[in-house]
Each structure stands twice: as structure tokens, then as C-alpha cells.
């Protein structure tokens, strides 16, 4: 058992610090290259916080371990939607912006829809099992290609706007120019290399780790996936947004945590749906309600409520809520 926990404890230092080399030295390679700071951030930053997630569900899903890559995915968004936001409206209240509340927040709500109707085939079709097939998986990346296709067209409108209708050429050249990372570029193309090999190496121990210590302790892949592995690839999560938080940006990280739960939702369980059909019999109704419910916290009650904001009562509300799905997953086994 304690080989198991050592390799999962490692894997999951090498896919946070993999991932820290991979998004540094793409963004690096990028501004080599004159890609605007607005493509970078909704492209290279946004998908490297979820490089974690993406690596231990596809290679759970190569491994044949289908229960690890949902429950991870479904784990870390209701831990990061529920206990990460949830603390932070506790820490220090913050208001949640008009494009956050009619456009991310609604698209995190679709996401989260759309992974249950997927994946929650008992519910829907009556089916003697869950499963998230090929079909399905193409559908999620299909939704993900037009969220990003949209954020990049709605990104441009609002610099056009705020540059008093100046040409997208501009900015971006006016982005570009901008003090890139004093590093030489073959050093850049080592971090991105050095990155994904801790990648490859620390999702094969994670996956590894888990299902050892599953067969050991005998809880389910599944109960693994959804706390153990969830919660330890969604701690820098924590501490960066609550970090952000007692600085006063908690806008930024609120709006980091909604873009990676939505690509974890479509992108993540849409690649490893594609490379084979993921049977998730032991994730059910209550895992994707939980889900879907928080995300529908998170886009009504701010604009609802007359501060737009998410304060205590709903930070402690969350909280509670997540304190109350983990009971039932313990105990659920």
C-alpha cells in the first residue's frame, strides 16, 4: 500500500510541475512567434491548467481503467465548484462580472449538462450501464471547439471595443511587442519537452497508484478517482484562487477555475471518450446531479441576488454541500 501511495503522491508533484513547464514554456515560444497575449491566455494558459486532468484521463482510459478518468474529471470540478469557490466566498466576498454572469457561467452550466446527458446512460436511456461512448466523446469535442471558437471571437470584440473600435491587428501587435520571457528559445523547447515527459511519467503513476491502492483498501476506482486523485490534482487550485483571493483578485481566479471546469468537462472526457468508450458503472445520478447543481448555484444565485456577487451565506452553502456529497461517497464505497 505504501507503494502505492508513494507513486501516487509523486505523480501528482510531476503533473503539477510538468504542467508549470509546459504552459511557461509554450507562452515563451508563442510570443517568440508574435500569437497575441489574448490567444495565449484563452489557448495555452487555459488548457495548461488542465494538462493534469487531460494526461490522467486519457491515460486511465489507454490503461483500460475507464472509472479513474470520469470519476477524476467529475471529482475535480465539483471539488473545485463547490469547496475551492465556496472558501473563497467565505475568505473574501467578491462580485461576480455581467460577462462571467450571461456568458461563462451559462456555457459552465452547458458543459456540465452535457457530460450528464453523455454520460448518465441508466438515467436517460435506461441502460444496464453508464457509459460515455465514441459518439458521445466526439459531441463533447465538438461543443468544446465552438466554446473556444466563441471565446476567441467574443475576446476580440470586447479589445475592439475598449480600443474605441481600433483594427485586431494592432493589438495584437501592440501584445506581441510586449517584454517576452528572457530566456533563449532552445530553453523554451527543453521545459516544453522536460514538461510533457513528467507529464507521460506522472499520469502513468497516478493511474498506477490509484488503482493499487483501490484493489488494496477495496474501495472502487471510481471513490479513488473522485476524492483522492480529484482532490490532489485540484489542490494548487485552492491555494492559488484563495490566494488570489486575500489579494483581492478573486475575479481572476473565480474565472480560471469556470474555463478549466469546462474544458475538464468537454475537452478532457471528450478526448479519452474518443480514444475508448468509457463504462463508469460505479459513477451515477447523484455524482453528475452534484455537478450540474453546482453549476447551477454558481450562475443563479449571483444573478439573481441585487450585488451580483457570491458572499458568505453562499461560500458557506457550498461548502456544506461538498462536505455533504463527500459523506455519501464515503459511505457509498
Not at 471529482?75 to 475568505?91: C, E
Not at 501584445?175 to 527543453?190: E, G
Not at 503513476?205 to 485540484?234: E, F
Amino acid at each position: 500500500m505504501l507503494h502505492d501511495i508513494l507513486f501516487l503522491i509523486l505523480g501528482l508533484l510531476l503533473l503539477v510541475a510538468g504542467a508549470n513547464y509546459v504552459t511557461d514554456g509554450a507562452v515563451a515560444v508563442a510570443r517568440r512567434f508574435k500569437v497575441s497575449n489574448l490567444i495565449i491566455g484563452l489557448t495555452v494558459v487555459a488548457l495548461g491548467s488542465t494538462l493534469p486532468d487531460i494526461v490522467v484521463c486519457v491515460e486511465s482510459a489507454f490503461q483500460n481503467k475507464p472509472a479513474i478518468a470520469v470519476g477524476e474529471v467529475i471529482g475535480a470540478n465539483i471539488f473545485d465548484l463547490l469547496l475551492v469557490v465556496g472558501i473563497m466566498g467565505i475568505v473574501r466576498p467578491f462580485k461576480v462580472s455581467a460577462i462571467m454572469r450571461n456568458q461563462d457561467l451559462p456555457i459552465l452550466f452547458i458543459a456540465s449538462t452535457a457530460l450528464w446527458l453523455a454520460g448518465d446512460t441508466k438515467f436517460f436511456d435506461a441502460a444496464s450501464h453508464n457509459i460515455i461512448n465514441r459518439s458521445s466523446g466526439i459531441l463533447l469535442m465538438v461543443i468544446f471547439l465552438f466554446y473556444m471558437w466563441f471565446m476567441i471571437l467574443s475576446s476580440k470584440k470586447t479589445a475592439l471595443q475598449q480600443a474605441g473600435g481600433d483594427s485586431v491587428n494592432e493589438s495584437v501587435a501592440d501584445t506581441a511587442s510586449a517584454p517576452a520571457v528572457a530566456r533563449k528559445q532552445w530553453v523554451s523547447w527543453i521545459m516544453i519537452a522536460g514538461g510533457l515527459g513528467a507529464l507521460v511519467v506522472g499520469g502513468n503513476w497516478v493511474v498506477d497508484g490509484a488503482s493499487g491502492l483501490a484493489l488494496k483498501v477495496g474501495m472502487s476506482q471510481a471513490m479513488v478517482a473522485l476524492t483522492v486523485v480529484a482532490i490532489g490534482n485540484a489542490l494548487p487550485d485552492l491555494v492559488t484562487s484563495v490566494t488570489a483571493t486575500v489579494k483581492g483578485a478573486s475575479g481572476i481566479a473565480f474565472g480560471n477555475i469556470v474555463g478549466s471546469c469546462i474544458i475538464n468537462a468537454l475537452l478532457t472526457t471528450g478526448l479519452s471518450a474518443m480514444v475508448v468508450p468509457l463504462h463508469a458503472d460505479t459513477i451515477g445520478f447523484v455524482d453528475f446531479i452534484t455537478l450540474v447543481g453546482a453549476s447551477a448555484i454558481l450562475w443563479l444565485f449571483p444573478k439573481l441576488t441585487s450585488r451580483h456577487s457570491i458572499g458568505r451565506v453562499i461560500g458557506i452553502l457550498l461548502v456544506v454541500l461538498y462536505a455533504a456529497y463527500m459523506t455519501y461517497t464515503v459511505i457509498r464505497g
